[in-house]
């Protein structure tokens, strides 16, 4: 089946940092989405992205549908310690089995104040 | 308040007894999904149900069985459990499949078959 391809797959990172993290797929996909996982919780929608090329953002989180429809990245800029956690990003396509969301196997963010 | 809930949280039971992880949402949505979490293998689907009586297999389904007898209810049953089904396990669901709103997501199930 369709796979994602995370990277990297943690990042140990200073307070006040901008972090940025990337998803790429063999396959394109209409829809691309940014989940964050806080520890000991489910995954929360943070951005959908629905048009290749759309750039988005949500606060301090800034993400994009590549061009090519196969990847998306994902930037938080000014890094605090609430931002650790692991995001996964996910691709999904329009109709039948393809509806479901293929996951990335996520990137593990840890913050020092 | 809009949900998912899985219970229970946390249980820890031994190879070979019967269990059923329950799921159930309040948003009236069509589409649930169970997905396990194993480190660094990400989130993986094991089952999903498009509408009431209509449910198919994920990745890994090998070792689960589900029902959707109704449409707020997703139980996720482990007839047999082994140890390598040892992992936390997600309930999830969505309007309809292929949402553009991707998918909300219960707290956890954290299994530990021993």
């Known amino acids: 089946g369709q796979q994602l391809n995370q990277s990297p797959q943690s990042m140990f990172i200073q307070e006040g940092e901008d972090v940025s993290m990337n998803c790429t797929s063999s396959?394109?996909?209409?829809?691309w989405l940014w989940y964050k996982q806080d520890p000991g919780e489910g995954p929360v929608l943070l951005i959908a992205l629905y048009k290749a090329g759309e750039l988005t953002s949500n606060g301090r989180l800034t993400a994009q549908f590549g061009i090519t429809r196969k990847d998306s990245f994902l930037n938080i800029s000014a890094s605090i310690p609430s931002d650790v956690g692991i995001y996964f990003c996910?691709?999904?396509?329009?109709?039948?089995?393809?509806?479901?969301?293929?996951f990335g196997k996520g990137t593990k963010l840890s913050v020092k104040p | 308040e809009a949900q998912v809930t899985q219970n229970p949280r946390y249980l820890i039971t031994v190879t070979g007894k019967k269990l059923t992880v329950t799921c159930s949402q309040n948003m009236n949505h069509e589409y649930m999904s169970w997905y396990r979490q194993d480190p660094g293998l990400g989130l993986r689907q094991i089952y999903y149900s498009m509408n009431v009586e209509v449910t198919d297999k994920g990745d890994v389904p090998e070792g689960y069985k589900v029902s959707r007898k109704e449409k707020r209810n997703f139980p996720l049953i482990l007839e047999s459990p082994s140890p390598n089904q040892t992992s936390l396990y997600f309930c999830a669901s969505s309007p309809r499949q292929g949402s553009l709103y991707g998918y909300t997501f219960g707290s956890g199930t954290r299994l530990t078959v021993v």
């Open positions: 996910a691709g999904q396509n329009y109709g039948g089995s393809q509806g479901n969301l293929i």
């Open positions: 396959s394109i996909f209409n829809t």
